[in-house]
């Protein structure tokens, strides 16, 4: 049996649907920067940083995509010359005929996204975001439609948004009854004549949607109803509560001590000379864990109010830091930020491999691009007084 093709816009939709970007923040910038969404692809690598060595990487290699967690852009540009790193970067995947995808805060909060990664690394179990992410509103549509026109009204229904409800579309449910009218005088009735008592088989069709499609579906639905007035009527649905993402990770692991839990921590990531930097008591009990891949002081408050024991970020500053800590809180634990998010690499490569098996190859990228790259060598490396 032939191996099935797998063209660009194959792997943008199936990544885009792990990782949605309509679920990205405002300011970033994610989804397809390079490449023909028509094109072939073959073998996909993945990265944390669009660097011009992770590009030379991926060309060596062959890759038709390469996809990475960090934006080649996030600033406006008038330009991608070669004299410039990113243009380099943009140069040498375009010669090698790779396109470039990204995967940023959308893949940030997802399920199966960096921060859970991160917690999977480190051992932790019964995890939970820090900060959930409310779950979409809903509605719910309710239109009586004559029986022999149901079929095409749930079916405009369908095509302007409603009827989508986890991983299927075009669900909704109808019941059999019959339609009561009476057309007055000024009506153009599809069904009957004025001043006649009219009773019509009717089916009362209903489908959720979300709310933000509310006019577009609504609208679809009087376009395609036969009647010159439907009755419907749109509910708005009781708060679903909380979907399974969300921003960090919170989770438990084996008692163990502060210590003992950064060696483990060390162990986990990829080694780097940033290494991994602890705030608190060696022998401090670790049983609850909170963390959050790539820069996570923007949660210290949050994270300050929940039962961990220990907080696992990068990027920490020293006065948040030391503020932080200096009102008993949970420990900290600063790692480099490429270590961090490098651990949903793997993770990203086995979901693929999951749903196309050998189809496309893949591979993760060797190329360490974390900016700290060696630390003097010292015979005591404990702090020291100044001079």
Same mark, same amino acid.
């Given at each position: @049996?032939?191996?099935?093709?797998? #063209? ?25 920067? +390079? ?9 996909? @690598? ?10 030379? /990487?991926? =060309? ?23 004299? #410039? ?5 943009? =140069? ?25 990664? @991160? ?8 995890? %939970? ?12 549509? #309710? ?5 022999? !026109? %149901? ?35 000024? !009506? ?12 019509? /088989? ?18 679809? @639905? ?13 509910? /708005?649905? !009781? ?22 839990? =950064?060696? #483990? ?13 602890? =705030? ?41 830091? %030391? ?28 979901? +693929? ?35």
């Amino acid at each position: @049996m032939p191996t099935p093709e797998r #063209t660009l816009q194959d792997v943008v939709d199936l990544l885009h649907g792990w990782y949605p970007p309509a679920t990205a923040e405002d300011w970033d910038a994610v989804g397809l920067v +390079l490449g023909d969404p028509s094109a072939r692809v073959g073998k996909v @690598m993945f990265a944390v940083d669009p660097t011009e060595a992770v590009a030379v /990487e991926a =060309a060596a290699w062959g890759a038709d995509l390469l996809v990475v967690h960090h934006p080649l852009f996030l600033k406006p540009v008038h330009g991608v010359a070669a004299t #410039t790193p990113k243009g380099r970067t943009l =140069a040498t995947l375009a010669r090698a005929g790779c396109a470039l995808l990204t995967a940023h805060t959308n893949a940030d909060q997802a399920a199966g996204g960096v921060s859970e990664a @991160m917690a999977h690394a480190l051992g932790l179990s019964d995890l %939970a975001p820090i900060l959930p992410t409310p779950a979409t509103p809903l509605d719910k549509l #309710t239109v009586f439609v004559p029986a022999d !026109a %149901a079929q095409v009204v749930r079916a405009t229904l369908a095509e302007a948004g409603a009827g989508r409800i986890g991983d299927y579309d075009h669900a909704s449910f109808s019941t059999p009854g019959h339609g009561r009218f009476r057309p007055q005088p000024g !009506a153009h009735p599809a069904i009957g004549e004025v001043g006649v008592p009219e009773v019509v /088989e009717e089916e009362r069709v209903e489908v959720v949607l979300e709310r933000r499609l509310r006019s577009r579906v609504v609208a679809a @639905m009087l376009r395609a109803h036969p009647y010159e007035e439907p009755a419907y009527d749109v509910l /708005e649905l !009781a708060d679903p509560g909380l979907a399974s993402g969300g921003t960090g990770r919170i989770g438990t692991v084996p008692r163990t001590t502060l210590g003992e839990f =950064a060696d #483990t921590v060390a162990a986990a990531l990829p080694r780097t000379a940033h290494g991994v930097r602890v =705030a608190g008591d060696p022998d401090r009990p670790v049983r609850r864990v909170a963390l959050c891949g790539g820069a996570g002081d923007f949660l210290l408050d949050t994270v300050a109010g929940t039962d961990a024991d220990v907080y696992v970020t990068s990027d920490l500053r020293h006065h948040p830091a %030391a503020e932080f800590t200096e009102r008993g809180g949970p420990a900290l634990v600063d790692v480099a930020h490429w270590a961090a998010e490098w651990t949903w690499l793997p993770v990203v490569e086995g979901r +693929l491999k999951e749903a196309w098996g050998d189809t496309v190859g893949t591979k993760v990228s060797t190329t360490c691009t974390d900016p700290w790259t060696f630390r003097p060598s010292e015979q005591n490396n404990e702090p020291r007084s100044p001079r």
